[in-house]
């Protein structure tokens, strides 16, 4: 397999200087910028909406991986992908008719992720595979950054790989939340191909060198 992913969570990034941190995880060499949209109600905390998103678009040249955690989803999709989302990335507990969102995903034109919680078993996958781009793994509840990383959740991560080997499907398993380098192998062992990082890129062990931080996940 390539060598993993990294997309940097602009949660644990300085907000008050958003388009500079955008900017330099990207002159850094991440792969993605991770986007992660609470609502408060859904998950408790809230974050930042499609306007911010079309602010920071032109200061990213990696592409832009929105995970919304909004309910209900699906008002939304068109202000994310029109502020310049690449995927659009969903919690099928947020959707009344997850096949609908993903299909509205994919008219706005932007690759469909459909995110597993810890508690959500993978059959809610079962008949999805053909409408999606992309499985994320959350290896924490959703809602906040800086916290531990499940480590139940490499179990499902195996299993997701099995199957997309298995019946050779183009589609990425990104994991999220708690990634460290020590977690970032656990998670690449299991099978990711993209891994999520806020606090260990934005404030990691070798500080605001965001290319060292995101090079101590890859290896
Ligand atoms: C949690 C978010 C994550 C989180 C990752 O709901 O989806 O993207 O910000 O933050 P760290 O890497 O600090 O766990
Ligand atoms: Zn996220």
């Known amino acids: 397999m390539d060598s993993v ?6 949660l644990a990034a300085d907000f008050a200087r958003l388009g500079e941190e955008v900017a330099a995880i990207c002159a850094a060499g ?5 986007i992660d949209v609470m609502d408060g109600h859904f998950v408790p905390n809230i974050t930042l909406g499609a306007p911010l ?54 008219e706005f034109g932007c690759k469909v992720g459909l995110v597993l919680n810890p508690a959500t078993p993978l059959n809610v996958l079962d008949y999805m595979w053909d409408m999606i781009d992309l499985v ?14 499940l480590t139940s959740q490499c179990r ?6 099995e199957y997309i080997s298995r019946h050779n499907l183009a589609i990425d398993i990104e994991v999220d939340g708690g990634i460290n380098p020590a977690t970032a192998k656990l998670a690449r062992d299991a099978g990711a191909n993209i891994l999520v990082a806020g606090t260990a890129v934005f404030k990691g062990a070798n500080g605001g060198d965001y290319a060292a931080n995101i090079a101590s996940l890859k290896t």
């Open 5 to 10: 992913k990294i997309a940097p969570s602009i």
């Open 30 to 34: 991440c792969d993605y910028v991770h």
């Open 53 to 106: 998103v079309a602010a920071i678009a032109p200061h990213a040249s990696a592409p832009l991986d929105v995970h919304l955690m909004i309910s209900p989803v699906d008002n939304h999709i068109e202000d994310f992908a029109k502020a310049g989302a690449a995927i659009i990335s969903f919690h099928p507990e947020a959707s009344l008719h997850p096949h609908r969102t993903a299909a509205a995903i994919r």
């Open 136 to 149: 994320l793994i959350m290896s924490v509840n959703p809602g906040f950054g800086g916290q531990s990383f």
């Open 156 to 161: 499902k991560i195996e299993a997701v790989r």
